[in-house]
């Protein structure tokens, strides 16, 4: 009988796959053989330049956590950049480098006594032990030149096992490729643990000193519903837990309990997010970013790599789209604001999110740009994959901003027949997402054939609350009573006009919220990949005329805790 | 300039808002020191991580602020503000 080892479950999946050792930076022994420097000055440079490196690595996964996992797990980056910037680490590190040694041994000096004081402190205080260990690791790393050991980059199939997995290290984790992750120590509200739950990711944690005995290769079962490890499972456990792991993968598409199809779809940020929604059962793409073309470059993509790109996400969808009436939604290039462009030059201050920015930009400054990614998304609209291509204008906020988009889109469908050039106009579609296109979702959902509800913007706009400032953040909620009837608003005059309506931003896919959104009248619904199975579950439990009510009242509530107490949801 | 403020967020002069206190006290000119008023422990830096978390501030206890610089006023008020703030409690 394999053996079995018992920890707490973290995220309530499993996964199959082969154990990889993740040591820590922490792990490698100190530099007691390191020559003595014999300049002070130097090596505090050194030690500024380090840090300087760590602050930007710190705020590159706060960014980044915040946007995978939220707020709460990524202010655990802002204490490590506050850390960092301590003024009597800096003092510490200055005595010892004048004592004559390295740097890496003077920030290791530097924290030892306060990792010793908040150790013995008890609760959370000694949590900031574990924080100020990262930190220190993190700055020895940088400081040795080491690359640093690259999770997002393992093999497919991958179980992580290591002592302890840090915040920083669990932001690098891609679902996609791993298959587990368990750890000797933590528990189910270490940050590792929260942040493997809301990738999705299966995980045990706090599995104690047993896990050592597993060796790097070996198979292993992780079973986040028991809180097990099967070490070297028999192949009919395996197939047992890999049935469990693809059952909860829907690759049809989904109705209601009666009857009433809803189309669930992938965000896609670039072409490569495209497989492993496929993978998740996506019916389609309810959003396809496509700034990344645009970003990072010195010059505008031409109309050709762009037709690649868009032909590529569409042929990954082509089988699916045929088979579901799924569609591949493209949004024209929403940059400006927070997503700077070297080669436009744009004023930062100007083009905020309340400047020009998505369809102002394309309409105004740079039609140029816009008129070649029409270009490129009529022509694949027109190839052997492009017949469930649509295309959505982001940032619409007047009827004349519409307009001048959709007949932009017709001028260069005549230019492209002119040329001779093989063209069709596809779907066309607005995103909801400032008050103004509320307003008028009426007007709109006259001239085109969708609405898609962006609900971050959406509630960054209604309740003027910017999305990016801390101090904003108890606002960023879509269950605002406020968003709510935005959102009721839409679908109504998109009902009224025989226009469909979807969503995608993170409400779309949050599976507790499945039954309410269709009850307020979606019937597409996209999110990143990971959530896509618990969706389409949630989908098929759904029976839309308790949707319908459960919206109705909702919609009557006026505050957030009447929101949150129709639904039942906890604080 | 000194100031007493009595701490609002539940989990105390910890993690988050400590990181905001700590910045928030970079920010400004005027050196800033913190200590507890309720047990008798000496004032540290306002602009340490380290040694504010270390004071091991909770929900409800009272700090006090002493502020020394042409802008104290201002930072006092700032650093109020950061130790009164409410956790949003739909969260």
Known sequence: ?571 | MERVVTVVPEDGLHARPAAKFVETAGEYEARVTVEPVDESRPAVAADSMLAVTGLGIKGGNSVKLVADGDDAEAVLDALEAVLTETVDESQ
């Open chain 1, 1 to 571: 009988m394999a053996k079995q080892l018992t920890g707490v479950g973290a995220t309530p999946r499993s996964g199959v796959g082969t154990v990889i050792w993740y040591e820590r930076e922490s792990t490698v022994s100190a530099d007691t053989a390191q020559e003595p420097s014999d300049d002070p000055a130097v090596e505090f440079e050194r030690f500024e330049t380090a840090r300087n490196t760590a602050i930007e690595e710190v705020e590159t996964e706060r960014d980044r956590t915040r946007e995978r996992v939220g707020d709460e797990e990524a202010n655990v980056f802002e204490a490590h950049k506050q850390f960092l910037k301590d003024p009597q680490i800096e003092s510490a590190v200055k005595t010892a480098v004048e004592s004559g040694v390295v740097a890496e041994n003077a920030v290791r000096e530097a924290f030892a006594g306060p990792i010793k004081q908040f150790s013995a402190m008890d609760g959370m205080m000694a949590e900031r032990a574990d924080d100020l260990r990262d930190v220190r690791d993190r700055l020895i790393r940088i400081l040795r030149g080491a690359e640093r050991t690259d999770l997002s980059a393992l093999p497919d199939g991958s179980v992580v096992f290591a002592d302890l997995l840090t915040p920083s290290d669990t932001a690098q984790l891609s679902p996609e490729s791993i298959a587990g992750v368990a750890t000797v120590k933590g528990g189910r509200t270490s940050h590792a643990a929260i942040i493997a739950r809301s990738l999705g990711i299966p995980a045990v944690v706090g599995v104690g000193d047993d896990l050592r005995t597993v060796t790097e290769g070996e198979t292993v079962v992780v079973d986040g519903n028991g809180g097990t490890i099967i070490v070297g499972p028999d192949r009919e456990a395996i197939k047992q837990y890999e049935a469990e792991t693809t059952a909860a993968v829907t690759n049809s598409s989904v109705t209601t309990a009666n009857s009433v199809p809803i189309e669930v779809a992938g965000n896609l940020g670039t072409p490569a997010e495209a497989p492993p929604a496929v993978k998740a059962g996506a019916d389609g793409v309810g959003l396809f970013r496509t700034e990344f073309l645009f970003l990072d470059r010195d010059a505008p993509p031409t109309e050709d790599e762009q037709f690649e790109a868009y032909y590529e996400v569409c042929s990954q969808f082509a089988d699916r789209c045929a088979n579901n009436d799924g569609h591949v939604i493209i949004r024209t290039a929403d940059i400006g604001g927070d997503k700077p462009i070297p080669y436009l030059s744009l004023d930062p201050e100007e083009n905020g999110f309340l400047g020009a920015r998505g369809i102002r930009l394309s309409l105004e400054e740079h039609t140029d740009l816009f008129e070649t990614q029409l270009r490129a998304l009529l022509r694949v609209a027109a190839t052997d994959v492009g017949d469930s291509i649509a295309v959505m204008f982001p940032l619409v906020s007047t009827v004349e901003e519409l307009a001048a988009a959709i007949d932009r889109v017709e001028r260069v469908q005549t230019a492209l027949d002119a040329e001779g050039v093989t063209a069709r106009v596809p779907e066309l579609g607005v995103m909801i997402e400032t008050p103004g296109s509320v307003f008028l979702a009426n007007a709109f959902a006259k001239r085109v054939d969708f609405l898609s509800i962006g609900t971050n913007d959406l509630v960054q706009y209604v309740l003027a609350a910017q999305r990016d400032l801390d101090r904003m953040d108890s606002y960023q909620d879509p269950l605002a009573p406020a968003v709510l009837r935005a959102i009721d608003h839409t679908t109504t005059a998109a009902e009224n006009n025989d226009a469909w309506v979807g969503m995608c931003g993170e409400m779309a896919g949050d599976p507790t919220l499945t039954e309410l959104l269709i009850g307020l009248g979606l019937s597409e619904l996209s999110m990143s990949a990971v959530t896509i199975p618990e969706v389409k579950q949630a989908v098929k439990d759904t029976d839309t005329a308790a949707a319908r009510e459960l919206a109705e009242t909702v919609l009557a509530c006026e505050t957030h805790t009447e929101v949150r107490a129709a639904l039942e949801i906890e604080k």
